[in-house]
């Protein structure tokens, strides 16, 4: 079911600059508040994103989100914003991901910072647990998307040091990353635990961020 948050006859999406896909769980967004911070940060074409969209984002989370959602209440929430600065909204089914291996995971994580280079913050992220640290990859001057700021707090909360690694994701293609565990943080799929390197410190964080989630049901 599509949900279009702009109703003009003559509105005409044009060709998408920015995509963003958040989880919802029970037609609400848990990390709303997370995710507009990351979307105040976020670029189209070397310039920051207007006030009046993130008011018009807020503004249509609040207002529309609940009916928008009624047909996937756990789906996902996509918004685009075109080269034009137009933005438009729409809530779909939410596909589970299936390729998990450290290899896929991997994939998805470059992909995304290749993203962060153009607009300033990476949807998804990889994550290495090793040496009894938390290692984060992500460019030092990238912004945190709304998982993964959830994903650091919840981290520290739990006692568990995190530091950022921009070598961590070019270490992984090399084959040359020290790991014991690897999990992807996205604002769609969460926190998805590498099937092939998979340990007790993801599944915390895993388990934290389903808290969150079963908390809006």
Not at 43 to 55: M, T
Not at 100 to 110: D, E, F, N, P
Request: glycine share 8%; net charge negative.
């Amino acid at each position: 079911m599509d949900m279009p948050l702009e109703t003009s006859d003559s509105f005409r999406l044009g060709t998408p600059e920015l995509v963003c896909r958040w989880r919802l769980s029970n037609s609400r967004l848990p990390l709303e508040n997370r995710h507009l911070r990351a979307l105040s940060q976020r670029l189209v074409r070397g310039a920051s994103l207007g006030a009046g969209l993130l008011s018009w984002a807020k503004q249509h989370i609040e207002w529309t989100l609940a009916d928008g959602a009624a047909a996937y209440p756990d789906g996902v929430l996509m918004l685009v914003v075109d080269d034009a600065g137009q933005a438009a909204m729409t809530v779909g089914p939410y596909e589970e991901l299936h390729a998990t291996k450290l290899a896929h995971l991997v994939g998805r994580a470059q992909t995304a910072r290749s993203e962060a280079r153009e607009t300033g913050v990476a949807p998804e992220s990889l994550w290495v647990w090793h040496d009894e640290c938390l290692y984060w990859g992500i460019d030092e001057d990238a912004h945190a998307s709304g998982a993964a700021s959830l994903i650091e707090d919840l981290a520290r909360t739990l006692g568990t040091p995190v530091e950022r690694s921009t070598q961590l994701l070019d270490d992984a293609r090399a084959g040359v990353l020290d790991v014991d565990e690897a999990f992807l943080v996205s604002d769609e799929h969460g926190v998805v635990l590498a099937r092939d390197h998979a340990g007790e410190e993801g599944r915390r964080l895993r388990d934290g961020y389903r808290t969150l989630l079963a908390r809006t049901q």
